[in-house]
Nanobody, 123 residues
């Protein structure tokens, strides 16, 4: 069974940084994509960034481009999201998700997802 557990969220002032982690277990697919999404109150979930396990290629939504960096450890069991220059509008629950049918970035439909970690950016 695939399990995804996020951590690293918290309260930070605008301009600050956070590093989120997505620890995965139970993944047996040869190729898959891991994405970070966020869900703000009253809004639909939106994609933030994505990384492919096959070649390490990455993708960033416009909101994350230039400020966020996605990476994975050598064993591909943990995916990180380094978030710099945070803005109040980045406040949301951030969760990671895995898609293995196409294993391409970006993706909107996913097979597995975690509970999320709260990120709050104060002005």
């Amino acid at each position: 069974e695939v399990q995804l557990v996020e951590s690293g969220g918290g309260l930070v002032q605008a301009g600050g940084s956070l590093r989120l982690s997505c620890a995965a277990s139970g993944i047996t697919f040869d190729n898959y994509a891991t994405g970070w999404f966020r869900r703000a109150p009253g809004k639909e979930p939106e994609g933030v960034s994505c990384i492919s396990s096959s070649d390490g290629s990455t993708y960033y939504e416009d909101s994350a481009e230039g400020r966020f960096t996605i990476s994975s450890d050598n064993h591909k069991t943990t995916v990180y999201l380094q978030m710099n220059s945070l803005k109040p509008e980045d406040s949301a629950v951030y969760f990671c998700a895995v898609e293995h049918r196409f294993a391409l970035c970006p993706f909107e439909e996913y097979d597995y997802w975690g509970q999320g970690t709260q990120v709050t950016v104060s002005a």
